[in-house]
């Protein structure tokens, strides 16, 4: 397996497109931090609490982590459209590892970026807006809360990747599933309706960047949840890679 | 040792049969030519060769296992199925690091293989901007890292100049004179009549011949005379014969000195008079008339 993990560091690391999305992950983190923080500070009558600034912060999380899903997206869809997963395959045909690699390296990688990105809009946020007090547990645990997400986020990318192998599609189906159907699903009637909005994908996964809870679910039980709709998309993605020709 | 054994391999798409009840051996020490027409099933021999595609009937073994059991495959098998098949972006050292990586390979080999193939010098350049015959080069870099005793090739010199074939070609020779394994497909009889010892012909999935070089040609061809005249009529008339096209005449059942004799007699004036051998493309054109996905 160590063999694979190198190799799939390789990959990673050596295409541009990796680079590039997740420094945009990391600048939409912090521009959206700076430009928050300075809209809310000249509207804020008196100082924001020290909560409400680190929330604030964290408000570029809604794109970045789209771009943590095309970059899922891509880990996998890329090898399908250069012919490139013929060669991984031929070096590894155990197909479930070379996918348990890329999971690997990939979930690895994230949230080490997506820790530090959130870090650093919640230290931007915090020096523009100046509240009066600061729980620095709230501030390791938002910084956390949204590595974990954004993450997540990356890896039901990389599921969808694997299940759909066309780029497009996979980011297509990665948006409606993270942005528009979570937002769609609030429409939904009933209390019936209601519970199962709370429990539809990013609207559950998001309870950990904020820590709180949405009536059915908690911070963590709603990142399980989160994950759980994940699982589907890899586990699926998996058995097709396995039962496919390549 | 059987270093590639196809037993009773097919492969359906829905209606469509790519491969069919297809058995053959390919062994150690020379290099086999697999042959055939477009579309015959080439490609997708290939890949149920090395565990891309799901035979659906039949097995093929590699080295006496499947490709898939293999613990480092590349170590055993290396192959070059698409060359353009890479990522664009990537720099051909890193190309060939990751898949040196993914099976043990000491990344020294990086830099060896690509002296062989002698792109040492654009090691860092991305591959995208490779041309065909750089790209070509690549994907043999890739099959050499694992130094692996058996060698596949898919149409290895298509779209080459000649100086890219003719060092294919000799490499080929060479990797087969160190006693491995070389299984290369073409469509092109000609280009397999310079390298290759053994034939392995099929067409629309099926196995037409499996046969050595020298015997195919043998078996299934016979050289004819082609005679040309201003007064190609009276020619023909006189030979009986002959069968005659708009500008020559074909005989195959005399030879040169019986037309030579026959017409001189007859005060006939020739243009031509010449033995035509048995090619290994008459051969081949022969034996796959029957099986050509489209005609022309």
């Known amino acids: 397996m160590i063999n694979i993990l190198r190799s799939e560091w390789t990959k990673i690391r050596s295409v541009r497109s990796t680079v590039w999305t997740l420094v945009v992950t990391a600048l939409l983190m912090l521009g959206f931090a700076v430009l928050i923080g300075f809209s809310l500070k000249s509207s804020a009558q008196g100082p924001v609490p020290g909560g409400d600034a680190i929330m604030s912060s964290l408000n570029g999380g809604i794109f970045a982590s789209l771009s943590m899903a095309t970059l899922g997206v891509l880990v996998i869809s890329s090898e399908y459209r250069t012919g490139g997963i013929r060669t991984s395959l031929m070096a590894v045909p155990k197909r479930l590892s070379l996918l348990t690699g890329k999971i690997v390296v990939f979930v690895a990688i994230s949230l080490v970026v997506c820790v530090v990105a959130s870090a650093g809009a919640i230290a931007a946020g915090l020096v523009i807006l100046q509240p009066p007090s600061v729980e620095a547990s709230e501030v390791v645990r938002a910084a956390l809360g949204s590595g974990l997400y954004l993450a997540a986020c990356g890896l039901f990318g990389l599921g969808l990747g694997t299940l759909i192998r066309h780029t497009p599609g996979a980011i297509v189906s990665a948006i409606a599933l993270i942005m528009v159907l979570p937002t769609v699903s609030t429409q939904l009637p009933g209390t019936w309706g209601r519970t199962v909005s709370e429990h539809f994908t990013t609207n559950a996964g998001q309870l950990i960047v904020s820590g709180g809870s949405n009536g059915s679910l908690g911070p963590w039980s709603g990142y399980a949840v989160y994950l759980a709709w994940i699982a589907v998309a890899l586990i699926v993605g998996a058995v097709l890679l396995q039962r496919r020709d390549a | ?296």
């Open chain 2, 1 to 296: 040792m059987t270093a590639i054994r196809a037993t009773s391999l097919s492969k359906r798409y829905g209606a469509t049969v790519a491969v069919a009840d297809l058995s053959f051996d390919v062994e150690p020490g020379q290099v086999t030519g697999f042959l055939g027409p477009n579309g015959a099933g080439k490609s997708t021999t290939m890949r149920m060769i090395l565990g891309l595609d799901r035979p659906s009937g039949g097995s093929v073994l590699v080295g006496g296992r499947p490709y898939a059991e293999l613990r480092h495959p590349l170590r055993k098998v290396g192959a070059l199925l698409d060359a353009k098949a890479v990522h664009g972006g990537r720099s051909a050292r890193n190309h060939l690091l990751a898949i040196a990586q993914s099976n043990g390979i000491p990344d020294r080999r990086v830099g060896e293989v690509l002296d062989i193939v002698g792109l040492r010098e654009v090691a860092k350049r991305r591959v995208g901007g490779f041309s065909l015959g750089m790209s070509q080069r690549l994907g043999i870099a890739a099959a050499l890292l694992g130094d692996p005793e058996i060698l596949l090739f898919d149409e290895p010199v298509n779209g080459l100049d000649p100086d890219g074939i003719l060092w294919i070609r000799t490499l080929m020779r060479k990797l087969a004179a160190e006693g491995r394994t070389v299984f290369v497909s073409s469509h092109l009889m000609s280009e397999m009549a310079q390298t290759a010892d053994h034939l392995i012909v099929i067409g629309r999935g099926r196995l037409i011949a499996d046969t050595s070089v020298r015997e195919f040609i043998g078996r299934s061809s016979q050289g004819y005379v082609r005679v040309r005249s201003p007064r190609l009529a009276e020619v023909a008339e006189l030979v009986k014969v002959g069968e005659l096209h708009p500008d020559h005449l074909r005989v195959t059942a005399m030879n040169t000195l019986e037309i030579g004799t026959l017409t001189a007699r007859a005060g006939l004036p020739l243009e031509e008079l010449t033995f035509v051998p048995p090619s290994l493309e008459a051969a081949y054109m022969e034996l796959t008339k029957d099986s050509l996905e489209f005609s022309s």
